[in-house]
Nanobody, 123 residues
Framework: QVQLVESGGGLVQAGGSLRLSCAAS????????MAWFRQAPGKERECVAT???????YYTDSVKGRFTISRDNAKNTVYLQMSSLKFEDTAVYYC?????????????????WGRGTQVTVSS
């Protein structure tokens, strides 16, 4: 059983930066594909970024060039560095782990989820 705990959310002005962290425990972290999802009020949950066990990454178009996902397998932690934040980035951000080394962008493919951390960008 994998437990995920996110941290690092908060209130930031447009143009600012935040770094989210997701600490994992249980299971074999290095064998899990990891992802960050977000959900804004009234909207569906969307995949923001994924990372496989070797560090290969995917980003949704709206965050390319602004967000960076990374992982530290020695610390069982995945990060999301967010820069040039926009009002539309406001959402609850969730860390997710898949019981596979292959990441996908479908939320149903991820078995383990954190409780989420709120990111609010003021315009």
């Amino acid at each position: 059983q994998v437990q995920l705990v996110e941290s690092g959310g908060g209130l930031v002005q447009a143009g600012g930066s935040l770094r989210l962290s997701c600490a994992a425990s249980g299971g074999t972290f290095s064998a899990n594909a990891m992802a960050w999802f977000r959900q804004a009020p009234g909207k569906e949950r969307e995949c923001v970024a994924t990372i496989n066990w070797t560090g290969g990454t995917y980003y949704t178009d709206s965050v390319k060039g602004r967000f960076t996902i990374s992982r530290d397998n020695a610390k069982n932690t995945v990060y999301l560095q967010m820069s040039s934040l926009k009002f539309e980035d406001t959402a609850v951000y969730y860390c997710a782990a898949r019981a596979s080394v292959i990441p996908t962008t479908r939320s149903n493919d991820y078995r383990y989820w954190g409780r989420g951390t709120q990111v609010t960008v003021s315009s």
